[in-house]
């Protein structure tokens, strides 16, 4: 059977995780790639050691572990490391996405990329699945569940692509401007279209 792979991606707190997690609710399975470079930055991981012959000990916390935020810092003013560190990943994260493809049977599955479009995952997905928000909205719900400030969050935002590239390369899009009610129906909406799709490509 045909696996319908859908790339889910969008900007800094515009609603990701809640959506992979309506998904999720629907009996979709989900690949959350966040998760995976997590996992492959956990000590005891060749990608751990490599990371920090690279960047040095300063990138740890006291449990030496990696601080996920002293290295997004670090990588995030200096284009070098981050390639370093991508050149590291993205392989790897590659690699496991494609192992977990292959031992899935779905219809349609969805893979949260959040940086789809910035590190040049669109091969791995058949359909590009956009969240979209307001900056403002964005910023707001961001700020509420980081504590991060408006300076900080736009900063970030700057570095990633803008809603405009991300929009450009949209098959499908969620809104989420409004409330959790109005989501889950828009989540329905795609799931629909989701196992319709499947159905007629497989
Ligand atoms: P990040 O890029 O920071 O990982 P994300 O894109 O995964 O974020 P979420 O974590 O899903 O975004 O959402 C950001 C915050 O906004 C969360 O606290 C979430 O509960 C809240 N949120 C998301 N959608 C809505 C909504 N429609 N109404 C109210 N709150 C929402």
Do not use: C
């Not at 515009?14 to 996992?39: C, H, Y």
């Not at 670090?74 to 390639?83: G, L, S």
């Not at 700020?143 to 590239?165: D, N, P, V, Y």
């Amino acid at each position: 059977m045909a696996l319908l792979r859908v790339g889910l991606t969008g900007g800094i707190g515009s609603g990701k995780s809640t959506i992979a997690s309506l998904f999720a609710m629907r009996g979709v399975p989900i690949i959350d790639t966040d998760e995976i470079a997590r996992n492959l930055s956990e000590p005891g991981q060749e990608a751990f050691s490599k990371i920090v012959r690279i960047f040095g000990d300063s990138i740890l916390d006291e449990g030496r572990r990696i601080d996920r935020d002293k290295l997004r810092e670090r990588v995030f003013d200096n284009p070098e490391d981050r390639k370093h560190l991508e050149h590291i990943l993205h392989p790897r994260i590659r690699t496991i996405v494609r192992e977990k493809l292959a031992a899935l049977e779905a219809p349609y599955v969805i893979i949260v990329v959040p940086l789809l479009i910035e590190s040049g995952f669109t091969d791995l997905v058949d359909r590009v699945l956009v969240v979209d928000a307001f900056e403002n909205v964005q910023i707001q719900r961001t700020a509420a569940r980081t504590g991060l400030g408006e300076s900080e969050i736009r900063k970030i935002m700057a570095a990633q692509a803008s809603r405009a590239q991300r929009l450009q390369l949209a098959n499908d899009v969620i809104e989420n401007n409004a409330d959790r009610k109005r989501l889950e129906s828009e989540v329905e909406r795609m799931h629909q279209w989701y196992q319709s799709l499947a159905s007629t490509t497989r």
